[in-house]
């Protein structure tokens, strides 16, 4: 059986592949993460709003065609609003790149298991007409699924199997996202300096 | 890709001076959930060039997408009917916290002029107190001033305020 990474790990791959890209993550233990990770790039970081965050990455690519965005989803968020993939699937920005972190698990919001443990989310994004998807279980495989839809030019989905971390390994993490007035001041600083 | 043309001819007067409002006030990004009155006004969107249109399939991933590309420096709007209103309240939520201005276009059923029928009924009974609960300006659309004027003005309110508002439009608005 493989032994499936951390989160930390796989958001320590994707980082320096992420340079002069946007990156939105969602809430919980992945935006207390990419604070520690990536700590002075432009991340935005949506708390609580489960679901809405692809939503908001559309409308990011959208209105930024010249610049590439990673959103960073929860298996949680994104069974409450599939719809988004659809959505997304149907617009197809070329430079949206969505990754879901799947562990069949709420982590931080009460440590349950999803409703559907066994459900596959890249069926629902090959099923919302994503031209590009992968399920991977390895950092390696995450490295050449990144190195295949990165700058393809095409809309892609890659869903990432992890393991779970602890009550204590959350709690260890220690960083706070910032506050949404401090975070949006400095995403729209980037946007100015850095976008057309 | 569908072609997009800039294509206005046989559009309502309504419609095309909410297109005249949203240019002037250099509107870029709209999203959408289509609606009987909203329907002509969503097409001519999706065919003109100028605009960025994403056709949603709930409103309020309509109110999300529409914060995004404000958040990425885009003026945006979004529109869609009263109904959907009623499940975003979460979306508008998210851009009130993250001060995400945006010109709510929403369609006004249920109201005893025109839509006097069962199913519009509690549309248009709730949408002024969700607008009121959820702390979102509002106003309808005024019949004494050219609509485009009122959109226009409407973005730059949002844009001052940094916070949602929402513009009710009802049939007469649109035809």
Redesign the interface.
């Known amino acids: 059986m493989t032994r499936l990474p951390m989160r930390q790990a796989y958001l320590e791959r994707l980082v320096p592949k992420a340079e002069g890209r ?1 990156i ?1 993550s969602y809430l919980g233990s992945s935006a207390r993460m990419i604070s520690k990770v990536r700590p002075h790039g432009p991340n ?1 970081i ?1 708390n609580d ?1 489960m679901g ?1 965050n692809i ?10 065609p010249d ?1 590439s965005v990673i959103v960073l989803e929860g298996d949680g968020g994104l069974l409450m ?1 599939l ?2 993939l ?2 997304a699937g ?2 197809a920005p070329p430079n949206l790149l969505v990754v879901t972190f799947f562990n069949a698990w709420y982590i931080t919001g009460g440590r349950q298991p999803l409703p559907a443990p066994e459900v596959n989310l890249e069926d629902f994004a090959r099923a919302a007409r994503f031209p590009q998807t992968a399920t991977v279980d390895t950092l390696d495989g995450f490295d050449a699924a990144l190195d295949r839809m990165l700058d393809s030019g095409r809309l892609g989905y890659i869903n990432l199997r992890l393991k779970r971390e602890t009550p204590e390994q959350v709690e260890s993490l220690g960083v706070s996202p910032p506050h ?2 401090e ?2 001041t400095n ?2 600083r980037w ?2 300096e850095n ?1 057309k | 890709m569908a072609k997009k043309t800039s294509k206005t001819s046989g559009l309502s007067k309504g419609c095309r001076e909410i297109i005249r409002g949203l240019k002037a006030a250099e509107v ?2 709209l ?1 959408s959930v289509t609606d009987t009155y909203i329907g002509p006004l969503i097409a001519a969107v999706a065919a003109d060039r100028y605009f ?1 249109s ?5 409103e ?2 309509a109110v ?11 003026r ?1 709007a979004c529109v869609f009917q009263n109904a959907g209103l009623l499940s975003s309240g ?2 508008v ?2 851009a009130q ?4 201005p945006m010109l709510m276009l929403i369609s006004h059923r249920g109201t005893h002029r025109d839509d006097p029928i069962y199913y519009h009924v509690y549309k248009g009974r709730t949408t002024e107190p969700m607008l009121e609960g959820l702390g979102v300006s509002f106003a309808h659309a005024s019949r004494e001033e050219p609509l485009g004027a009122q959109v226009a003005r409407a973005v730059a309110y949002v844009h001052e305020a940094e916070q949602p508002f929402a513009l009710l439009l009802s049939k007469g608005d649109l035809t």
């Open positions: 946007i939105c935005f949506l709003f809405l939503s908001v990455a559309l409308g990011m690519a959208v209105a930024r610049k609003k719809e988004t659809v959505t149907a617009k949404p007035l975070m949006r995403f729209s946007i100015q976008c | 870029r990004v999203s960025e994403v056709r949603c399939c709930s309020e991933e999300a997408v529409a914060a995004g590309a404000t958040l990425a420096g885009k945006s979460r979306g939520a998210l916290t993250y001060h995400a």
